[in-house]
């Protein structure tokens, strides 16, 4: 076999190795950080700096030997997932949700991407003969040089973002452990057992090289050495880490209502909070009711955001034949959260679908926030695109299938929705399966008069003959915070030709919870001037249709301003430990 055919193997077995490391590399930073940042904040910046580092590994003018690059490499490699974590949590607290990440990006990933990429860059016929330094007239010409890393950078991000990250095979797996399996083979030890090699083995087992994040799965619940804060659960799932956190009373709390945020459970999926509740001296019930259980048997009291209890006023409809009657036969949630609403629905009598994407969440509703089982043949684990699609075709092929008189809609996460499950198209296959006066109910958050708020709005008016819109909070909604405000809104939208009403409400629809009776009986207080928000040109550039759909990218914008809120929600070390 000709040298010449050996030092392109040689070389292709390096190109493919540095590749896939880098990918893995890049994938890992970014999952490690997202829990920290959110998804936007966090891949802003990201692919313009792992570029720049690319670049500089291919123009920078000192050359490098292979063993010294193996060396350098190995250790970055080793130090990398704690770089990430503490650098990431250094950042944050600096409440910069743009600065932050890049700080990040550009000091715990950048040097590794550099060395990285370098391997090919400044592959060439001298490196392989002892690793010696290749004089500067050796190197590659830089077009080359050049050429290799942005191959390198293309090939090395898209197997980051479309294979690695979908793949469920990386849930079970901590970055440290990913990493550590790089960092032995780039250390290269000896065949044979020796001093040199069991010691160096020992130091990639070291603990203190260890992430920091913890297990994913969690295997048993994890307490805070100090701080009154416990995980109940986290893992890695479709939508990211799902974890269920429980702030417990302080040391020094001596019970009854001190006005001081704590005893509360919530889920959270990476930097998002997807509902919670209050638990140990803060669970609080009228009428002797019984609160609800989580699967352990401890009590659970109101939902710590009333946007969920909002929804519930569904019920309050007066205005079509079914909510005259009081008759709701049935309802269908999509997106589930910790299943606030759902619950209420089932507590009411009311058989319950539930359609959620992600597994993780479904169980931790069930586990940990008192979900009652809704039966297996009501419960979809997957996309509400695809089975809001399927169960049309199915209809209008003259099948049976249940048609919804309530359908409440609530898909918010990160800063963001799912765009796909907000245009024309996507609400016209909903109401296929919903009853001719069914109601949707709608919870979307922003900055009202904003145009992902505008287009939400002028689509949902398009779609359905009527909607009318209610705000959560504990304060009179302003005109001017319709310009500055972050805020949950819920929808209501029928197609029902009478003008859409609610009734008063009753002791009967407060299951026993204080926040029910508040925010039913303030309803009327509530309502958002939607005259303030929709379009009313007709100009259907302002509607969502799946060949004009900005929602994703609008709402990225915004992530930065939800990424504020959520770190006013939850102290420091509830984000930073998961």
Not at 27 to 47: K, M, N, Q
Not at 181 to 200: A, E, I
Not at 312 to 317: F, G, N, P
Not at 514 to 542: C, F, M, Q, W, Y
Request: charged share 20%; net charge neutral.
């Amino acid at each position: 076999m000709s040298p010449n055919f050996i030092r392109l193997g040689l070389n292709a077995i390096r190109f493919v190795s540095v590749v896939l490391t880098l990918s893995l590399v890049i994938f890992v930073h970014e999952r490690g950080l997202i829990p920290l940042y959110g998804s936007g904040p966090t891949s802003f910046l990201l692919d313009k700096i792992v570029f720049a580092a690319v670049i500089a590994s291919a123009i920078h003018p000192v050359p490098v030997s292979l063993t010294r690059n193996l060396l350098y490499t190995a250790v970055a490699l080793s130090i990398a997932p704690n770089a990430t974590h503490w650098i990431g949590v250094w950042t944050s607290r600096r409440k910069d949700p743009l600065l932050g990440p890049a700080i990040t990006h550009a000091t715990a990933l950048a040097p590794l991407v550099f060395l990285l990429t370098t391997f090919v860059a400044e592959m060439e016929d001298s490196d392989l003969r002892g690793g010696r330094p290749i004089p500067a007239a050796g190197r590659p010409p830089l077009v080359l040089r050049l050429v290799r890393g942005g191959i390198t950078y293309l090939i090395s991000n898209l197997l980051s973002k479309r294979i690695w990250s979908p793949k469920p095979i990386f849930y079970d797996i901590s970055d440290s452990q990913i990493l550590m399996d790089f960092f032995l083979s780039f250390t290269k030890p000896p065949p044979k057992p020796s001093k040199k090699n069991n010691s160096q083995q020992k130091a990639a087992k070291d603990p203190r090289l260890a992430n920091p994040i913890l297990p994913h799965p969690l295997r048993e619940t994890y307490t805070h050495p100090t701080y009154p804060l416990q995980i109940l659960s986290a893992e890695q799932s479709v939508t990211g880490l799902i974890t269920v956190g429980q702030w417990l009373p302080p040391p020094d709390y001596t019970g009854g209502n001190d006005q001081q945020l704590h005893s509360a459970r919530y889920l959270r999926a990476s930097h998002s909070i997807l509902g919670g509740v209050w638990t140990h001296d803060k669970v609080g019930v009228l009428d002797d009711e019984p609160p609800i259980t989580d699967s352990f048997g401890n009590l659970l009291g109101d939902s710590i955001y009333s946007t969920f209890v909002l929804q519930e006023a569904v019920r309050l409809i007066n205005s079509t034949e079914i909510g005259k009657a009081g008759a709701w036969k049935n309802a269908l949630v999509i997106g589930l959260g910790t299943g606030i609403s759902a619950t209420s629905f089932m507590r009411h009598g009311i058989p319950t679908t539930i359609v959620e994407i992600d597994p993780a969440v479904y169980n931790a509703a069930r586990t940990f926030f008192g979900l009652p089982d809704p039966g297996s043949e009501k419960v979809f684990l997957e996309d509400a695109r695809a089975w809001t699609a399927k169960q049309r075709a199915a209809v209008e092929a003259g099948n049976k299938r249940t048609l919804f008189d309530i359908v409440v809609h609530d898909c918010f996460s990160g800063g963001g929705v799912p765009q796909h499950i907000f245009t024309m198209e996507f609400w016209d296959d909903l109401k296929a399966v919903m009853e001719p006066e069914g109601v949707l109910v709608v919870n979307f958050a922003g900055v009202l008069r904003s145009q992902s708020s505008q287009l939400v709005v002028n689509t949902l008016e398009k779609s359905f003959r009527q909607c009318r819109a209610f705000h959560d909070m504990f304060s009179t909604l302003l005109e001017e915070k319709y310009d500055t405000e972050f805020i949950n809104i819920v929808l209501f939208c029928t197609q029902s030709s009478s003008p859409l009403t609610f009734r008063k409400t009753l002791r009967s629809d407060w299951l026993g919870s204080p926040l029910r009776r508040h925010v039913l009986k303030t309803l009327d207080s509530r309502e958002v001037n939607l005259d303030l928000i929709r379009d009313a040109s007709g100009d259907d550039r302002h509607i969502l249709t799946d060949q004009n759909n900005p929602l994703g990218a609008l709402q990225e914008r915004q992530g930065a301003h939800h990424w504020l809120v959520m770190r006013e929600v939850l102290p420091d070390t509830h984000w930073e430990t998961y």
